[in-house]
């Protein structure tokens, strides 16, 4: 067995240990060490499947904690483009590019001290507003210009997008970061027309009814399109240093990328170990319980388990809370994705072991409140707080989403999708249950 490659891990500029890759007769294998000096420090472990012990993780796969770093779909195939490499070479990818990641941790290919703090680059921070401001290129050389910028860095997601950050001697406007920044932008895909609307929509109808979302907006590019740009919330506002742990769910239970939406998942299994990761803290049983309802009043077939995240203090071991929401958008405008089920993962544990939700599942076939009252039971809640939740969520979505959608940009058929299937949803929410 001999070593392949090698990847340094820092996190916050401390060098917290090695990634090796090993060629073997059976294939490749793979291990992550935490330094001797890191162990010393009386630092936090960096993933909560990674807790501190001077033994080797050793797996014949790369730890998921690692995979879920990178990048998915459009930029994954880009990043593998420009580095000439193979779209499943995950561990080639993450050396190209895992030198600017969201969060504090890096991934280098050389090892340059046990504390790299004096050579950090400050990256601007988001301003509070982006009214007036545009893209400095047209959508049309999204691709190109994305393909200039991305070397070296990784943003999750499957969708195109990129950094954007202030173009210098052009006020109120936006150009293309070279490496991070301290936006990203997101276009409408060809194929998925006003989802930058869709998405802005869905976000202003979160913040509306009281969800702590990413702050986004609408810009143009200079032809005149809009894109979704939203900051980046991993930025201290001050300094622009990232400091706090940012670990999405995926990584946070040990699963793959490649499996986020897998059928051996629900949500009851991943909210409660986000319950247990924070130390047993009620508020991520009703937080966790309520993003998973708003993505089914909305549509949001895609809230698969790295599109939920979990912050940690940088001297903490514990999860302090979920981030903002940051992707969130309806799938009812589109056809070919609204048929592949109400949402990303099982609702509850059952489903996955017996393929039964409730009673009221198999009169109906659909999900209604008396499952997602299941649900509330499920992770611990209570039957009670279940239905209060259901109720106080149903009406703030109902009284605030008319204004919001009318409000937003976008056509007017788009906007009656929106509102159809937030009716069609609300509605099921109160249907009796069936014994």
């Not at 007769?25 to 807790?51: D, H, V």
């Not at 409730?358 to 209604?368: A, I, K, L, N, R």
């Amino acid at each position: 067995m001999r070593t392949h490659r090698i990847g340094y891990v820092y996190s916050n500029k401390r060098f917290v240990g090695e990634l090796l890759e090993y060629d073997t007769p059976a294939g490749y294998e793979y291990s992550f060490t935490y330094a001797a000096s890191y162990i010393a420090s009386g630092l936090p472990q960096i993933g909560y499947k990674l807790p501190i012990t001077h033994e080797p993780y050793r797996r014949n796969h790369l730890l998921p904690f690692f995979a879920n770093l990178m990048s998915e779909g459009w930029v994954r195939r880009h990043h593998a483009k420009i580095a000439r490499l193979d779209q499943d070479d995950k561990f080639g990818l993450l050396l190209g590019n895992g030198a600017e990641l969201i969060g504090p941790v890096s991934v280098l290919t050389e090892y340059r001290g046990d504390d790299i703090s004096s050579a950090i680059e400050l990256i601007s921070v988001p301003k509070k507003s982006l009214k007036g401001y545009q893209i400095d290129f047209p959508r049309s050389e999204f691709n190109a210009v994305a393909m200039e910028s991305l070397g070296g860095v990784s943003i999750s997601g499957v969708q195109p997008k990129m950094f954007l950050t202030y173009a210098k001697g052009k006020p109120k406007t936006l150009t293309n970061a070279v490496g991070m920044g301290p936006y990203i932008v997101k276009p409408s895909p060809n194929d998925f027309p006003e989802l930058a609307e869709n998405e802005f929509m869905v976000m202003q109808l979160c913040k509306a009814v009281g969800f702590n979302v990413a702050e986004h907006h609408l810009v143009p590019f200079s032809c005149g399109q809009l894109a979704y740009v939203t900051a980046r919330f991993d930025l201290d506002r001050e300094t622009g240093r990232r400091r706090e742990f940012i670990e999405d769910l995926a990584s946070a239970l040990n699963v793959a990328p490649g499996n986020k939406s897998s059928d051996t998942l629900s949500y009851e299994r991943a909210i409660k170990e986000a319950y247990q990761l924070s130390g047993g803290h009620v508020q991520l049983l009703k937080d966790g319980f309520l993003q998973v309802l708003m993505a089914y009043i909305v549509g949001n077939n895609d809230l698969h388990l790295k599109n939920i995240s979990l912050s940690r203090a940088s001297d903490s071991n514990r999860a302090s809370g979920y981030t903002p929401i940051y992707d969130m958008v309806s799938v009812a405008p589109y056809k070919q994705y609204d048929n592949s089920g109400e949402l990303s993962i099982w609702l509850l544990e059952s489903e996955v072991e017996r393929g039964f939700s409730t009673s009221s599942y198999e009169h109906y076939g659909y999900y209604t409140g008396h499952d997602f009252i299941a649900f509330a039971e499920a992770i611990g809640l209570g039957e009670r707080a279940g239905k209060v939740l259901i109720n106080d969520l149903g009406k703030k979505v109902a009284k605030a989403r008319e204004k919001v959608i009318a409000n937003a940009p976008g056509s007017e058929q788009l906007k009656q999708m929106m509102n159809d299937r937030i009716t069609a949803r609300l509605s099921t929410l109160t249907r009796p249950a069936l014994g």
